[in-house]
């Protein structure tokens, strides 16, 4: 069987022409544009690409956008500071700091003080407690677009054996909070998971996100499986790939997200709707 490919760049492409609809009624509703402020501290260049390309998603939907680009040896009270500046600032609705933060920096003291209403990454633990309870404003961007491209693809999720390969706060968790939220039947493995392929098999829904090159193997994965991979990885050879080996496993599985073109354009697009929510529930006070 070959599996189809979950096409992640049309799915967000047409997500993000609705973002950029309802960006304009906005605009013309509350006479504002949403804002996001972006914060990057050090040289990080896989960092910069991001930032570069989240800075570029605000303007094709019609956000304001501002990069504040700090150098590596800020102190943490020059990044409080920022934090705080920003979250009084009535025109920025999202704050988003890059991560990971150099090493002399508390990621999460630095999450804790981004003010909950501008956290678009959803990290900041009362958001985490709001997708807990089901009640939330904005969803963790890499999760959100996964249920996204499940959902244009047609894929049932209720019911389903659902099978989540990593435990990490930004993908893992609260993918399997998702998944669960959609009646799925939801099982996380990780790195002390006993006979990980026994339980990859009984899965109708796999979802990878361990950042492991080509890890998951055809024989890992039932026929006719879901398999989203959330990996991306550089081979020695240069190329990017992800956390499945897409040749074998897209033998067995019924639908399979390639890397790159699956997921990863999803995220972005995913952080422009959790501004757009941010300035609407601003606008709505
Ligand atoms: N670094 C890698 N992915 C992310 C993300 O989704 N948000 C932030 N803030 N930093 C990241």
Redesign the pocket.
């Known amino acids: 069987m070959a599996a189809k490919i979950i096409d992640g760049k049309a799915i967000s492409v047409s997500y993000r022409a609705e973002i950029s609809e309802d960006t304009a009624k906005f605009k013309e509703k509350y006479g504002f544009a949403p804002g996001l402020a972006v914060v990057i501290v050090g040289e990080d260049p896989a ?1 910069k690409v ?1 930032v570069r390309n989240k800075k570029l998603g605000c303007e094709q939907v019609g956000f304001n956008s501002a990069v504040y680009e700090l150098p590596e040896n800020t102190t943490k009270d020059e990044l409080n500071a920022l934090i705080d500046k920003l979250n009084a600032d009535k025109s920025v609705h999202g704050i ?5 933060l150099p090493k002399h920096l508390d990621s999460e003291e630095v999450i804790a003080r981004i003010s909950p209403e501008k956290d678009v ?1 959803a ?1 900041h633990e009362s958001n985490v407690g709001r997708i807990m309870i089901g009640n939330y404003s904005f969803l ?3 999760p959100a677009g996964v249920m996204v491209l499940l959902e244009k693809s047609g894929i049932d999720i209720s019911g389903k054996e659902c099978v989540v390969i990593g435990r990490s706060n ?1 993908v893992g968790k609260p993918m399997a909070m998702l998944l669960l939220q959609a009646n799925g039947t939801v099982t996380v493995c990780h790195s002390r998971t006993k006979d990980l392929a026994e339980v990859t098999r009984r899965a109708d829904i796999l979802v990878v996100a361990i950042g492991k090159a080509d890890f998951v193997t055809a024989d890992m994965v039932k026929p006719g499986a879901v398999v989203i991979d959330v990996g991306m990885n550089r081979r020695a050879d240069g190329k990017l790939t992800g956390d499945v080996d897409f040749e074998s496993v897209s033998e067995v599985a019924s639908y399979i997200t390639p890397v790159p073109g699956g997921v990863g354009p999803m ?1 972005i697009t995913m ?1 422009l709707k959790n501004t757009l929510v941010a300035a609407e529930n601003f606008a709505k006070k």
């Open positions: 960092s991001y988003l700091v890059q991560l990971p990454d990290f963790p961007c890499t930004i995220t952080l």
